[in-house]
């Protein structure tokens, strides 16, 4: 009954900007973390930004500097803000939350994609 869903891709330019959003049905500090994958074609999902509950943030090094996680409490949202697009970062953005209630359960965003390209 928990879900994670995304919203916001679509086509941008190099060097442009895109914001991700995905809604949790629970309160997102529920989860004792939460973070934004993605897996370009032909290629393994990989971890691009995570928060944790106490907000701690961490980054690829591909997206450092360029992309910023962030939360919403009130509307139990995360965002992926993302800036300076670059080609490489076209992918299927997913969003990942973990929650620990005795035992570790983990949740999958249907995905949202993000191409970059002139």
């Known amino acids: 009954q928990v879900q994670v869903v995304e919203s916001g891709g679509g086509l941008v330019q190099p060097g442009g900007s895109l914001r991700l959003s995905c809604a949790s049905s629970?309160?997102?500090?529920?989860?004792?973390?939460m973070a934004w994958y993605r897996q370009a074609p032909g290629k393994q999902r990989d971890l691009v930004a995570s928060i944790t509950r106490n907000g701690d943030l961490n980054y690829s090094d591909s997206v450092k500097g360029r992309f910023t996680i962030s939360r919403d409490n009130a509307n139990n949202t995360i965002y992926l803000q993302m800036n300076s697009l670059k080609p490489e970062d076209t992918a299927v953005y997913y969003c990942y939350a973990r929650r620990i209630v005795w035992k570790t359960s983990e949740y999958w965003g249907q995905g949202t994609q993000v191409t970059v390209s002139s």
């Open positions: 629970l309160n997102i500090f529920s989860f004792s973390a």
